[in-house]
């Protein structure tokens, strides 16, 4: 839908939501690729699982919302069908890593750190988030909902990152609450956003892409964990603009966040908002062309199952290919081609658990007779 003033008000709708996850995961790819084999990318991939996060929170609301019935089976389908849509995709890729290598020492070598480290803090946290959100269904007034997930959420991290001595838990989280709330408010944002967009945006981006950090633990969190939420705000106002009227915006996001991420590779700088900038504008286009579109959503639908399987891709490549270019043209058709296999398999068995949900939660028991 387009606004007279030129910004777009359906920016977070199904197919932008599922474009913009296809990109963040591309990201997240590139991001591990340069750990794996050592080259410099930006350090975004925590930012980009923030977005995860945000879109997670909103869609949850919107089902609250608009699902008569919806938290009956929440935990069955929401947290249960998470963990077995995971444990199925990850015994897959054990079995293929398995014959990648032929070898069962060095499957037991690479097993746990390249096949699971990499990914069990995402799931985990997402899942402490599910169970959050069923608590807070059970308040009546909003703000005590939410102030009780934004608690929870903080004390979830922060118990999660000293029991698995990681701070993977500290730098995304808190998003969850801000796609809530993004949904639930979202009429009196958008019109909020809409009026001040200059007076906001600006101001925003400039410190989006300051690229100072700190070498202080606490401090450095809380500095991720509020650039995750200036990259949420920036990013969907870049995504609000009507590329007919307002084409500017995506492209001097594309030019502002391009310059500054490919001027601070290889150096000290942070430059993940820069490289969240030019995601948010490169989304933007993509989402208003039908023909990119198209070919973005379904890459989007299987971002569970590409998010997974990615990394461990690149060392089954690496463990008998040395050239840097081809590892990486394998590693994307390897990844793609798994992952589509995967979704489609996966896909059928969660349809049809979700189906036997609905009838167990439904069908109607007899009556007790007494004798």
């Given at each position: 839908m387009e606004c007279r003033s030129g910004f777009r008000r359906d920016y977070l709708d199904y197919r932008n939501t599922l474009t913009a996850r296809f990109l963040m995961i591309a990201s997240i790819f590139i991001f591990h690729a340069g750990l794996f084999f050592g080259f410099s990318v930006p350090n975004n991939g925590h930012t980009c699982v923030a977005v995860f996060f945000f879109l997670s929170g909103y869609g949850l609301e919107y089902s609250l919302s608009n699902k008569t019935g919806y938290m009956r089976t929440f935990l069955q389908k929401r947290a249960l069908g998470l963990l077995i849509q995971y444990w199925l995709i990850m015994m897959l890729c054990a079995a293929?890593?398995?014959?990648?290598?032929?070898?069962?020492?060095?499957?037991?070598?690479?097993?746990?750190?390249?096949?699971?480290?990499?990914?069990?803090?995402?799931?985990?946290?997402?899942?402490?988030?599910?169970?959050i959100f069923f608590i807070s269904a059970m308040f009546h007034e909003v703000r005590w909902r939410y102030l009780f997930v934004l608690v929870t959420t903080i004390a979830s991290m922060y118990i999660l990152a000293e029991n698995f001595d990681t701070n993977l838990y500290l730098k995304s989280g808190l998003v969850f609450i801000v796609g809530m709330a993004w949904y639930r408010y979202k009429d009196r944002i958008d019109a909020f956003l809409t009026k001040y967009y200059p007076l906001i945006i600006i101001p925003l981006t400039v410190l989006l892409l300051i690229p100072e950090r700190s070498d202080v633990f606490a401090i450095d969190m809380v500095y991720t964990?509020?650039?995750?939420?200036?990259?949420?705000?920036?990013?969907?106002?870049?995504?609000?603009?009507?590329?007919?009227?307002?084409?500017?915006?995506?492209?001097?996001?594309?030019?502002?966040?391009?310059?500054?991420?490919?001027?601070?590779?290889?150096?000290?700088?942070?430059?993940?908002?820069?490289?969240?900038?030019?995601?948010?504008?490169?989304?933007?286009?993509?989402?208003?062309?039908?023909?990119?579109?198209?070919?973005?959503?379904?890459?989007?639908?299987?971002?569970?199952?590409?998010?997974?399987?990615?990394?461990?891709?690149?060392?089954?490549?690496s463990y008998y290919i040395d050239d840097l270019l081809v590892i990486m043209i394998l590693s994307t058709i390897i990844t793609l081609v798994i992952s589509y296999a995967a979704y489609i398999g996966v896909g059928r068995i969660m349809k049809a658990y979700n189906r036997g949900v609905d009838i167990l939660c439904t069908e109607q028991r007899p009556p007790e007779t007494t004798s």
């Open positions: 293929l890593t398995g014959v990648a290598y032929l070898s069962f020492q060095s499957f037991m070598q690479d097993a746990d750190k390249y096949l699971f480290e990499y990914v069990n803090w995402y799931i985990l946290e997402l899942l402490v988030f599910y169970v964990g509020i650039t995750a939420i200036l990259l949420v705000i920036v990013g969907c106002m870049v995504l609000m603009a009507d590329l007919r009227k307002r084409w500017y915006i995506p492209l001097l996001a594309l030019i502002v966040g391009g310059a500054v991420m490919f001027n601070g590779l290889g150096t000290a700088q942070n430059i993940e908002g820069a490289s969240m900038l030019f995601l948010a504008g490169l989304s933007c286009v993509i989402y208003q062309i039908p023909s990119l579109c198209k070919a973005m959503v379904p890459l989007g639908s299987m971002s569970l199952e590409l998010f997974l399987l990615h990394y461990i891709t690149f060392k089954w490549t």
